[in-house]
């Protein structure tokens, strides 16, 4: 009985630690929200807590039967998250104050749950990180070598082809037009989307976690190459058919381009780190 009432106390603890959570990270979610419904290259954050959501359902009924614990080290991940909050906040950082949601949340159910749970879930916390939008200063630092690589493998791509281009800068002249390399055709934004499909397919496809990583890691070239690919694409459907790529649904096919042929590599990867680390 002494028991029972130990367990039923233990868990009125954590939904309280956890509504406190709530309570304080509400106005931070409400700006996360807000930021993903303004800023196109963050529109996915709506699918982040959603996929996180149902892949811990999936195991609902393993994580009931999971005996449960308090681990000590939980206690350390919520001080050091409250420290990045208070500092995040004092600074106006955006980005240390999300970042600090998901250490506080991560130590929670650390403390309050035990190592038991937290090695079957922990996937799922992290992968929240995917909805916090990068800070704007390490974006646009980004953007730029990503629009000149883009512009420069194109072009070493089409001259290879036999096609007379020149290029300034991440500026692609053709010869009936000229073809700008912006930072919204970088690849970044697909780079950032695609990491977190990267995450998920990685976690369910992939037993070893060395696989793990390798798979993960490769989704980075991957997005890259499928970005130049659908640079050297419209230089190539601008030059033979002059088209204007700004109109529908040229623009949106281009855009899906890197996605399909993003996919396709990764999906090759997989099966070939799979065969490697079984």
């Not at 104050?97 to 749950?113: A, E, K, Q, T, W």
Request: glycine fraction near 6%; hydrophobic fraction near 55%.
């Amino acid at each position: 009985m002494d028991m029972t009432v130990a367990i039923r106390n233990h868990k009125k603890l954590f939904y309280m630690a956890l509504a406190a959570f709530l309570l304080v990270y509400l106005p931070i979610i409400y700006e996360l929200i807000k930021e993903w419904y303004s800023d196109p290259n963050y529109s996915h954050g709506f699918l982040i807590p959603v996929i996180s959501a149902y892949l811990i359902w999936r195991k609902r009924q393993e994580l009931i039967d999971i005996q449960k614990s308090i681990s000590g080290s939980g206690l350390i991940l919520i001080i050091v998250g409250i420290i990045l909050f208070i500092l995040g906040n004092a600074g106006a950082e955006y980005f240390t104050v999300r970042f600090s949601m998901i250490v506080v949340l991560f130590g929670l159910v650390l403390y309050y749950l035990g190592t038991n749970l937290i090695r079957r879930v922990w996937f799922e916390i992290l992968f929240l990180l995917f909805m916090i939008p990068v800070p704007y200063v390490i974006y646009f630092s980004a953007a730029f070598p990503m629009q000149l690589m883009a512009s420069k493998v194109s072009v070493f791509l089409l001259n290879g082809l036999g096609m007379p281009v020149i290029r300034q800068g991440n500026i692609i002249h053709l010869a009936n037009q000229s073809l700008e390399v912006a930072e919204a055709c970088s690849g970044l934004r697909s780079l950032i989307s695609l990491l977190a499909l990267g995450a998920i397919y990685s976690y369910l496809s992939q037993r070893q976690l060395i696989g793990k990583i390798l798979l993960f890691l490769s989704t980075i070239p991957i997005a890259v190459v499928g970005n130049i690919f659908r640079v050297f694409l419209t230089s190539i459907i601008v030059y033979s058919f002059e088209a204007d790529i700004t109109s529908e649904p040229i623009h949106s096919l281009m855009g899906a381009s890197v996605f399909v042929i993003s996919f396709i590599l990764l999906f090759i990867c997989g099966a070939i780190i799979g065969r490697i680390f079984k």
